[in-house]
């Protein structure tokens, strides 16, 4: 099976701009969650999605948003960029919706605010 | 609320000794534990879990860890480490119950392995 994948791998935006990343999980997965790693805070939970409805949101202001598709497909939008953003997005999936199944991650995208 | 502490941010071992890198839970049952790896510009690759069957659990790549629940351990061991160990390690929690616990890990902050030759 093909691993979880994300598009791009790499982004440059200007502050005040809105990104969308995406995400396609391994096949036959339909959770799909969304993490931010900075070196200061390390890797943070956004939110997880699981067969189109949100189910867990992190603690993150409301100019991150995401949704999820019909076919696991899952995007994230952030708007009105901060410097503070620039991060790597890791999405990982999820075989079941039990917390006892391990989650599976993507290379990540690389955003970078300037 | 669930938290990991990792100790020691930065391990240095010799190649071919033994690989230690320590975790510590807080949660109010015991929870799933998850330990990852992370090469440089590579998402989380993962190595091994513990959901309540055997406390010693065997993983990927030679690696092992043991679920103590009276110290909230979950240390990750090699025996003989090797040059291709050298990355970020990061244990993580998952909470057993839905809600607020649907799919979100709880990570410690990471531990880097530098094997030295």
């Known amino acids: 099976k093909a691993g979880v994948t994300q598009t791009p791998r790499y982004l440059i935006k200007t502050r005040g701009q809105q990104v969308t990343l995406s995400c396609s999980p391994i096949?036959?997965?339909?959770?799909v969650s969304w993490y931010q790693q900075t070196p200061g805070q390390g890797l943070q939970f956004l939110f997880e999605?699981?067969?189109?409805?949100?189910?867990n949101k992190g603690n993150f202001p409301g100019r991150f948003s995401g949704r999820q598709f019909s076919n696991s497909r899952s995007e994230m939008n952030v708007s009105t960029l901060e410097l503070g953003d620039s991060a790597l997005y890791l999405c990982a999936s999820s075989q079941t919706n039990g917390g006892s199944y391990e989650q599976y991650f993507g290379p990540g995208t690389r955003l970078t605010v300037t | 609320a669930q938290s990991v502490t990792q100790l020691g941010s930065h391990v240095s071992v010799s190649e071919g000794a033994l690989v230690l890198l320590r975790c510590n839970y807080s949660?109010?049952?015991?929870?799933?534990l998850f330990w990852y790896v992370q090469y440089p510009n590579q998402g989380l690759q993962l190595l091994l879990k513990?959901?309540?069957?055997?406390?010693l659990v065997k993983g990927i790549n030679g690696f092992e860890a043991e679920f103590k629940k009276s110290e909230t351990s979950f240390h990750l061991t090699k025996p003989s480490a090797h040059m291709s160990d050298a990355a970020e390690y990061f244990c993580?929690?998952?909470?057993?119950?839905?809600?607020?616990?649907?799919?979100?890990?709880?990570f410690g902050q990471g531990t880097i392995l530098t094997v030295h030759p």
């Open positions: 999605y699981f067969s189109e409805t949100q189910r």
């Open positions: 949660s109010s049952v015991p929870p799933y």
């Open positions: 096949s036959g997965h339909r959770s």
């Open positions: 513990y959901t309540s069957a055997a406390t």
């Open positions: 993580a929690v998952s909470a057993r119950a839905g809600g607020t616990s649907y799919g979100k890990l709880t």
